[in-house]
């Protein structure tokens, strides 16, 4: 069973960076692509950005493309999320999901995810 945690989340002021990071275990695959998805107060969930298990996909939603970077260090089981320039709107609960397959390794989407961290709450306020 693939078990995932997010850390990195915190308060910082706008125009700062954070870096989440999210580890994953149980799994000895690396054929997972991984999602980052948000849900601020009162508003649906969105995906954020995802990657490929070989890391060669990437997308970005188009409010944070040029100011959040995804990577992944497969030796440490761990996808990071570079969040740069953060806005107060970027002020929400930030979750991984991840879904293994047999094109995980080469693409990523922010559907059929079966697995889910429980969040790190990323807040943007001076």
């Known amino acids: 069973q693939l078990q995932l945690v997010e850390s990195g989340g915190g308060l910082v002021q706008p125009g700062g960076s954070l870096r989440l990071s999210c580890a994953a275990s149980?799994?000895?695959?690396?054929?997972?692509?991984i999602a980052w998805f948000r849900q601020a107060p009162g508003k649906e969930r969105e995906g954020v950005s995802c990657i490929s298990g070989n890391g060669g996909i990437t997308k970005y939603t188009d409010s944070v493309k040029g100011r959040f970077t995804i990577s992944r260090d497969n030796a440490k089981n761990t996808v990071y999320l570079r969040m740069n320039s953060l806005k107060p709107e970027d002020t929400a609960v930030y979750y991984c999901?991840?879904?293994?397959?047999?094109?995980?390794?080469?693409?990523?989407?922010?559907?059929?995810?079966?697995?889910w961290g429980k969040g790190t709450l990323v807040t943007v306020s001076s």
């Open positions: 999901a991840a879904a293994s397959s047999a094109i995980s390794w080469y693409v990523c989407d922010y559907n059929g995810m079966p697995y």
């Open positions: 149980g799994f000895t695959s690396k054929t997972y692509a």
